[in-house]
């Protein structure tokens, strides 16, 4: 049934990538296959999927096709940061293991996953070029999610504002 749909996605996208800037490299892909075999460029991704014999943790559904490599999973399994961004970012709060767990899988599906494709579009970043746009997410992921952190703290109002104070070279 998931097969069926991500198909089913990938197939709108080909038809109706039109409406994407006309430098965006996805203008170029024809088929389905070519959307599914392509890596997000970025500062940490391969130029091509393909197996990584130890992905870390939750990045192993990815070691067979992967647009990430081991080391990388390793790093951001086992560093307190990813670019620049703590983990533990509110003051005098510890994000729990079960929510930590769930960033780090959309971590390793942001670094990892060769299926993105129909969801890139450009961006003028240092770091990348590209980003996900209305990649779907499914219920059950996001009631996952909410409780897994349900008890959290966040200490930003706005996250996809940019609201971070990044004045100290990472964020607060």
Known sequence: MMSHLLLAMVAWAVVFRGSVASEN?????????????????????????????????????????????????????NSPTWYKFSWNHCTGHQLSPRCKTRFVRDLCFYECSPNVGPWLVQENRKWRTERFYNAP????????????????????????????????????
């Open 137 to 172: 997410l499914c219920k059950n992921e996001c009631d996952a999610w909410w409780e897994d952190c349900k008890d959290d703290f966040t200490c930003m109002d706005n996250w996809s504002k940019g609201d971070f104070n990044w004045t100290s070279g990472a964020d607060s």
């Open 25 to 77: 490299r996805l203008l170029n892909r024809q088929t389905v296959n070519d959307y599914l075999e392509m890596c997000m460029i970025g500062q940490n991704h391969k130029e091509v999927p393909g197996p990584e014999s130890s992905l870390y943790q939750e990045c192993l559904p990815w070691k067979d096709r992967s647009c990430c490599r081991d080391n990388v999973t390793q790093a951001f399994h």
